[in-house]
């Protein structure tokens, strides 16, 4: 699965650590995600998603090896 | 999907005739040939109304001839193919029969158990049964002085402990290596020593706490890494298990045995805080970018 959570991010300009505050999860959680290392959970999407203003499709996108 | 009927009057296993009309036609899909041992059929893709021979039911975990559907027949199940039925017609010796079943009714079994494995959707840890993080503190306080006067005890005083913990004390069984030996005691008073009892307690209520504390952010993704953690744990512990089995005899299995009564805890313990450091790293990498 990949992930635009960077872009979003950058966009947003917020650090890893404001936005894992905002969400309420830890630092290694929003940066885990980034690097590709772990899928959240529907509700953690969600969350990002509202935060972002954008839909989950958006921000998460199926791969080829899915 | 194809239907895969099975006859009535053909024995399916050698000596096992298995009746009831339920039981036999199988709505089947084909996914792939046998590639890894042979006669062992193909990989079917089996539907919810599917009933499965008996032998299977053991790797289906189904024992009920209800009609009821069973949520675990929608597993992609090994389902046996008409190569029995060649091999039964041609006559072949029983036993080597037999023991090709063993065989590949143990594969069948394996190749489910690690099916389960691959699909295993751990629910969302509960951390009500976490304790509060204070505890994390507390219990390193604990788990190090109890760990270095273990070992102290375990080496230098080679399991003897101090004279004034000598105490007479209530045993359910208390005795030499013989069992049930004329100086035992069975629900009895006993004279015992109580530095190990005590070391061993502190030991295990430190590694609790420092193992079963909430991190300060507690959430889904550490919970991931605590249930990832106590897999990989398991696992190397029971491997080196069987290492000493095989390496370690008489006092020194002993020794074993001592050792693997804390190891389970300690690896997590090890495990746990080195992906949580690892992941931390990261973090500081990515400050830096």
């Excluded at chain 1, 935060?51 to 080829?64: A, P």
């Excluded at chain 2, 009057?9 to 036999?24: A, E, I, L, S, V």
Aim: charged share 20%; with cysteine; aromatic share 16%.
């Amino acid at each position: 699965m990949k992930n635009s959570l960077k872009v979003e991010r950058a966009i947003k300009d917020i650090t890893q650590e404001e936005l894992a505050k905002v969400i309420g999860v830890s630092r290694q959680a929003i940066n885990s995600i980034e690097l590709g290392k772990y899928v959240p959970s529907t509700i953690l999407a969600l969350k990002l998603s509202r935060y972002f203003g954008k839909s989950v499709n958006e921000i998460f996108k199926l791969e080829e090896t899915d | 999907m194809s239907r895969y009927k099975f006859d009535r009057n053909r024995k399916f296993f050698p000596g096992y005739k298995f009746g009831g009309g339920h039981w036999r036609s199988v709505a089947v899909q084909i996914i792939s040939k046998p590639e890894i041992y042979h006669g062992a059929g193909f990989k079917l893709r089996a539907d919810e109304r599917v009933r499965v021979q008996e032998p299977l039911q053991i790797c289906l975990e189904c024992r009920s001839k209800s009609k009821k559907c069973d949520k675990q027949l929608t597993h992609i199940v090994r389902v046996s193919s008409r190569n029995y039925f060649v091999v039964y017609q041609q006559d072949i010796c029983h036993n080597v029969i037999y023991t090709r079943h063993i065989v590949i009714y143990s594969c069948i079994y394996v190749n489910y158990v690690l099916h389960l494995f691959y699909n295993l959707n751990l629910p969302k840890m509960d951390t009500r049964f976490l304790l509060p993080n204070k505890f994390k503190l507390m219990g390193w306080i604990l788990l190090v002085p109890s760990t270095i006067l273990g070992l102290i005890q375990l080496f230098y005083l080679s399991g003897s402990g101090l004279k004034f913990l000598d105490v007479k004390m209530f045993t359910i069984y208390s005795g030499n290596f013989a069992p049930w030996g004329s100086s035992s005691v069975i629900l009895g008073f006993d004279k015992v020593n109580f530095t190990g009892t005590i070391i061993g307690i502190f030991f295990i209520l430190g590694a609790v706490m420092v193992a079963f504390a909430k991190e300060k952010h507690e959430d889904e993704f550490i919970a991931k890494i605590r249930l990832e953690s106590f897999l990989w744990a398991t696992y190397i512990n029971y491997a080196v298990l069987i290492f000493c089995f095989l390496f370690f005899y008489g006092i020194g299995f002993m020794y074993v045995m001592i050792f693997n009564m804390f190891t389970v805890i300690i690896l997590f313990i090890a495990r746990f805080n080195y992906i949580l450091y690892k992941t931390t790293k990261q973090l500081k990498y990515e400050k830096q970018s």
